[in-house]
């Protein structure tokens, strides 16, 4: 019983010295940091959350190639898709056409800056209609396709887009 007692006092032991080690490493870091780097990770942190917790599903999408950059976990609440999932996607897959004719319907949206997709979206025999509202920014020199998507309770046609 007593060995038990040593070995887990071990572990306790070593724990603690990694977190101090951690803590150190925490403290150089910001002290290394000046306040406006601090100021831009806290900002950085809180549009973070505000994405990650939105209310509405949000997906990133990169205008260029189509392919899904960043979503809430909102978003696979409306699919039904795990998160490996969903990342392994692209616009047209999700919309469930042709990826030219996905591009030549995102035409208007690139050109006018913003605007708005219907479709109904089909995974595992489910259907769901999708109302998708799309703005088109740049961050850093990269056009991305900033969209917010909600459960649209209209009857659809089947990969319909508006």
């Known amino acids: 019983m007593f060995g ?4 887990n006092n ?3 032991i ?15 870091l910001s002290v290394q ?3 406006e780097q601090l100021k831009i990770l806290e ?8 994405f990650e917790y939105a209310s509405d599903p949000m997906v990133l999408i990169d205008a260029r190639t189509l392919g899904i950059m960043e979503f809430n976990k909102k978003v696979l609440d409306i699919f039904g898709y795990t998160e ?5 996607l692209n616009l047209w897959d999700i919309l469930g056409l042709d990826r030219e004719d996905v ?8 050109e006018q800056g913003a605007g708005s997709l219907r479709i109904v979206h089909e995974k595992d025999g489910k259907k769901t209609g999708i109302y ?26 089947l990969k319909t887009l508006v």
């Open 10 to 12: 071990k572990k306790i």
């Open 33 to 35: 940091l000046d306040d």
């Open 43 to 50: 900002l950085l942190h809180k549009y973070r959350q505000i």
């Open 132 to 157: 998708i509202n799309v703005v088109l920014i740049t961050i850093s020199g990269k056009d991305i396709l900033q969209s917010t998507w909600k459960n649209s309770k209209a009857d659809l046609p």
């Open 103 to 110: 591009k030549e319907r995102i035409r208007p949206i690139l």
């Open 4 to 7: 038990i007692v040593k070995n």
């Open 84 to 88: 490996e999932e969903f990342l392994k």
């Open 14 to 28: 070593q724990q603690l010295k990694e977190s101090r080690q951690a803590l150190e490493v925490i403290r150089n």
